[in-house]
């Protein structure tokens, strides 16, 4: 079974660093765009940073100049880092990816789990 397995996030002090990783776990055929995005309590999910499948990237507003991503398509594993936390980065992060399953060869949207992230002040 094709899927996302998230690790990282926790309890981190304001000022300090995130670091998550996302990992494509079964019979993948091949890795297309990844990212991250999180849902805060009361509030829409909202773009974190995304790897696109020509390599270019995009970062949500809230988080431009604090955040990093990277993917290994061989891997089809990604990391993100976020510096200068806040507890306004206090929110549930979900990877997403594109993945095309070995059997199918037909590119489909997954979601990892999502993962817990609470900075405190």
């Known amino acids: 079974q094709v899927q996302l397995v998230e690790s990282g996030g926790g309890l981190v002090q304001a000022g300090g660093t995130l670091g998550l990783s996302c990992a494509a776990s079964?019979?993948?055929?091949?890795?297309?765009?990844m990212g991250w995005y999180r849902q805060a309590p009361g509030k829409e999910r909202e773009l974190v940073a995304l790897?696109?499948?020509?390599?270019?990237?995009n970062y949500g507003d809230s988080v431009k100049g604090r955040v990093t991503i990277s993917v290994d398509k061989v891997e089809k594993t990604g990391w993100m880092q976020m510096n200068g936390l806040t507890p306004e980065d206090t929110a549930v992060y979900y990877c997403?990816?594109?993945?095309?399953?070995?059997?199918?060869?037909?590119?489909?949207?997954?979601w990892g789990q999502g993962t817990q992230v609470t900075v405190s002040s």
């Open positions: 997403h990816a594109v993945l095309t399953p070995l059997d199918s060869e037909i590119p489909n949207s997954y």
């Open positions: 079964g019979s993948v055929l091949r890795l297309g765009a």
């Open positions: 790897v696109t499948t020509s390599g270019s990237t």
